[in-house]
């Protein structure tokens, strides 16, 4: 089983940027698309971001186009997620796992403790 820590969230202002990071167990991961993904308390888990398994194409939900970017580097089993232009609607504990139905299948098929994200004034 992949164990996935996720960090870098924390407390910060509307607009602010934040860098999220998903530390993997294994090289394994390198070959999965990889994705971000988002939950409130009360409301299911919310799919973020993917990014194909070699980092080339990125896809992103329409409530953070243009404000977020993923990006991957392979050689440090790690995804990462850029936050520009935070609104306290981002608010929320971040996840990464495999993009879509790879969550769900080995190496996946477990989520992490996740990063807390808020933003508020």
């Known amino acids: 089983q992949v164990q996935l820590v996720e960090s870098g969230g924390g407390l910060v202002q509307p607009g602010g940027s934040l860098r999220l990071s998903c530390a993997t167990s294994?090289?394994?991961?390198?070959?999965?698309?990889m994705a971000w993904y988002r939950q409130v308390p009360g409301k299911q888990r919310e799919w973020v971001a993917a990014i194909t398994s070699g980092g080339t194409t990125t896809a992103y939900t329409d409530s953070v186009k243009g404000r977020f970017s993923i990006s991957r580097d392979n050689t440090k089993n790690t995804v990462y997620l850029q936050m520009n232009s935070l609104k306290p609607e981002d608010t929320a504990v971040y996840y990464c796992n495999g993009d879509g139905p790879v969550a769900a299948v080995e190496p996946f098929g477990s989520w992490g403790q996740g990063t807390q994200v808020t933003v508020s004034s």
């Open positions: 294994g090289s394994t991961v390198s070959i999965y698309p």
